[in-house]
């Protein structure tokens, strides 16, 4: 079992940062790929970015702004969030499981925390 809790959302403006952080306690933390999805109202869970070893893969829409990166010493992934944009507005949700841009393939989720970027 892995237990993720992620923080560090909230309420900023167009071109913003936030830095969203997801602990994890239970298993190896360093055994899985982690990933960054998001959902917004009335939208389906979307990827945003993922990372395997040194390896790190991001959706098209955040290329660019958003940076992943974990440290496996303090059993937490981060998401470096730069350039923020009203449709970056989302419930951002940190996940463990295999290195994929599925959100079908991860089996562990956090319970999420609030991206809310005003114009």
């Known amino acids: 079992q892995v237990q993720l809790v992620e923080s560090g959302g909230g309420l900023v403006q167009a071109g913003g940062s936030l830095r969203l952080s997801c602990a994890a306690s239970?298993?190896?933390?360093?055994?899985?790929?982690m990933g960054w999805f998001r959902q917004a109202p009335g939208k389906e869970r979307e990827f945003v970015a993922a990372m395997s070893g040194n390896s790190a893969g991001y959706a098209i829409s955040v290329k660019g702004r958003f940076t992943i990166s974990r440290d496996n010493a303090k059993n937490t992934v981060y998401l470096q969030m730069n350039s923020l944009k009203p449709e970056d507005t989302a419930v951002y949700y940190c996940?463990?499981?295999?290195?994929?841009?599925?959100?079908?393939?991860?089996?562990?989720w956090g319970q999420g925390t609030q991206v809310t970027v005003s114009s």
């Open positions: 239970g298993r190896t933390f360093s055994s899985y790929a």
């Open positions: 996940a463990a499981g295999p290195y994929s841009d599925s959100p079908s393939k991860y089996g562990y």
